[in-house]
C-alpha cells in the first residue's frame, strides 16, 4: 500500500506540474488582411507562451464569423515541437518569438475546404476572424479580421423563356415569356430589348425595351404584334441590358433568340386549329441562349424606330 500511495503521489505531482507549467496560443494574426482566393491558402502568424511538460503539442486554428472565440470551423490542426530539459519533471518550451504558419488548401478540413470555396463564389467579401488553441487549453482570438473574397459583378442571361406560337400568320398576337437572373445583384437595373431578326440575327424590328424589377432580375410576359406584311422564317430576339447601364462579369451572353416562321393570314378556323395543336402540347420552342452578342455585329449600334407592337402584360420579381 505504501508503493501504491508513493507512485500516485508521484503521478498526482506530475500532473500538478502539468498544470502549473501549461502553456498558451497569443498574438494571433492574419498576415494578410484582404484574401481574395482563400483556396490559394491563409498565412497566419502567432506566439505561444509558457512551458509545459510535453515535447509536443498540437496547435488548431478555427475561422469564425463573430468575435467568439468558441464558434466557427477548424481550419487545420498541426503538432508545435518544444526543447525540453529538467528531471523529473521535463520542462519543456514552446518556440521563441512570433511563428509564421502557410495553411495550405490541401491542408484545411474538409468543412474548411468546403467553406472556403462558398466564400469565394458569393458575391461580395466576408469578414473572418481566427481563433488559436493549444490541445486542452482555452483558445485565443486574433487580434485582427481578414476580409475574404472579393465583389462580384453581375452577369445577367436568360435562364429561361418561351415563345407561343412559333408558327403564325403576321398578323397575329405572339406571347412571350421569359427569366432575366443575375447571380449577383445589380445597383443598375439593365433593360431587355425586344427585336424581330432575320436567320442571320439581323435586326429588322425593334418592338421597344422592358426594364427588369430587381437587382437580381424579374421574369416577364410580353404580347407582341409583329407589325409588318411579311412571311417566311425569322427570330424574335431578346438583348438583356440593350443600353448597356450594367457592367457585367461577362457582355457576351446578354442574347436569347427564338425561331418563328410567320405565314399570310388564314381563315379564322384554320388559324384556331394552328392554336390549338401548339398549346395542346408542351412549350417545346425555349430560348436558345448560345448566341453571342459579340458575334452579332449590329445590335450594338441599332437606332431603330420603335413599333408600338408590344405590351407587358406581367412581371415579377
Do not use: W
Amino acid at each position: 500500500m505504501n508503493i501504491f500511495r508513493s507512485v500516485m503521489s508521484g503521478i498526482s505531482a506530475l500532473l500538478l506540474a502539468a498544470l502549473a507549467q501549461a502553456s498558451s496560443v497569443g498574438n494571433i494574426f492574419f498576415a494578410d488582411t484582404e484574401i481574395e482566393d482563400p483556396t490559394q491558402g491563409i498565412t497566419v502568424e502567432y506566439q505561444i507562451f509558457g512551458s509545459s511538460p510535453l515535447a509536443q503539442q498540437e496547435l488548431s486554428f478555427y475561422l469564425s464569423d463573430d468575435d467568439d472565440a468558441y464558434t466557427g470551423i477548424e481550419l487545420t490542426s498541426f503538432r508545435v515541437n518544444f526543447s525540453c530539459n529538467g528531471l523529473p519533471v521535463p520542462n519543456c518550451y514552446p518556440p521563441s518569438g512570433k511563428q509564421t504558419k502557410f495553411i495550405a488548401y490541401s491542408s484545411m478540413t474538409t468543412d474548411a475546404r468546403s467553406y472556403l470555396n462558398s466564400v469565394k463564389n458569393q458575391c461580395s467579401p466576408v469578414t473572418l476572424y481566427l481563433v488559436g488553441g493549444l490541445a486542452a487549453f482555452e483558445r485565443t482570438l486574433s487580434l485582427n479580421t481578414a476580409s475574404v473574397g472579393t465583389v462580384k459583378l453581375p452577369d445577367f442571361l436568360f435562364e429561361s423563356g418561351t415563345l407561343e406560337p412559333t408558327v403564325a400568320s403576321y398578323d397575329e398576337t405572339l406571347t412571350i415569356k421569359y427569366g432575366l437572373r443575375s447571380v449577383c445583384p445589380s445597383s443598375t437595373l439593365p433593360s431587355v430589348g425586344v427585336f424581330l431578326t432575320d436567320t442571320s440575327l439581323q435586326p429588322l424590328i425593334y418592338y421597344g425595351a422592358v426594364q427588369a424589377l430587381g437587382p437580381y432580375g424579374s421574369s416577364h410576359t410580353l404580347s407582341l404584334n409583329i407589325g409588318a406584311p411579311i412571311i417566311g422564317d425569322y427570330g424574335i430576339a431578346l438583348v438583356a441590358d440593350i443600353f448597356e447601364t450594367v457592367t457585367e462579369s461577362n457582355e457576351d451572353n446578354n442574347i436569347g433568340v427564338f425561331s418563328l416562321t410567320l405565314t399570310a393570314p388564314s381563315s379564322s378556323a384554320t388559324i384556331s386549329h394552328i392554336n390549338s395543336l401548339l398549346n395542346g402540347g408542351a412549350n417545346i420552342d425555349f430560348i436558345d441562349n448560345t448566341p453571342e452578342l459579340h458575334v452579332i455585329p449590329n445590335f450594338n449600334n441599332t437606332y431603330m424606330p420603335i413599333n408600338k407592337g408590344m405590351t407587358v402584360l406581367n412581371a415579377k420579381d
